[in-house]
């Protein structure tokens, strides 16, 4: 066993269901953002109250879509990722910046590109066996 997480079926484990959704119905996925009943302010990832003011938050879905704000290259990853990689924040029109792993290749990015939420492996074990998937971001196409 590679230490890594597997489910009793060897399907890959799903990270990150209170940040992520993936409809059974064959609708795209989606993040989960968390919105301020009282200032608005919308925050990534779950919180119990708004930092800003204290109060309560509501679950919102996300846009799907939104801008890339900046990227990296990692070329000695941690183990259980292929090297190398790209990871990058995302601007998303609800004002919060979120950071994933991009699913685009490096000859592509672009900053301030249109990226999209999918469905991705994170993660693998050391025969390159799918273990873990989780959100990523790739190319508006």
């Given at each position: 066993?590679?230490?890594?997480?597997?489910?009793?079926?060897?399907?890959?484990?799903?990270?990150?269901?209170?940040?992520?959704?993936?409809?059974?119905?064959?609708?795209?996925?989606?993040?989960?953002?968390?919105?301020?009943?009282?200032?608005?302010?919308t925050w990534f990832p779950k919180l119990e109250i708004c930092p800003s003011c204290w109060t309560k938050l509501n679950?919102?879905?996300?846009?799907?879509?939104?801008?890339?704000?900046?990227?990296?290259?990692?070329?000695?990853?941690?183990?259980?990722?292929?090297?190398?990689?790209?990871?990058?924040?995302?601007?998303?029109?609800?004002?919060?910046?979120?950071?994933?792993?991009?699913?685009?290749?490096?000859?592509?990015?672009?900053?301030?590109?249109?990226?999209?939420?999918?469905?991705?492996?994170?993660r693998i074990d050391k025969n390159g066996v799918p273990v873990m998937k989780s959100y990523m971001f790739k190319a508006?196409?």
């Open positions: 066993m590679s230490g890594q997480p597997t489910t009793d079926t060897n399907e890959p484990v799903f990270f990150h269901p209170d940040l992520f959704v993936v409809p059974t119905d064959g609708q795209a996925p989606y993040l989960l953002g968390y919105k301020c009943e009282d200032c608005g302010k679950q919102i879905k996300l846009s799907r879509t939104g801008k890339l704000y900046s990227y990296s290259f990692i070329h000695v990853g941690q183990r259980g990722i292929k090297s190398p990689y790209a990871i990058g924040y995302v601007d998303f029109p609800e004002e919060v910046r979120i950071y994933g792993q991009l699913a685009i290749p490096p000859e592509s990015l672009k900053l301030g590109m249109d990226v999209e939420v999918v469905e991705g492996v994170v508006v196409e």
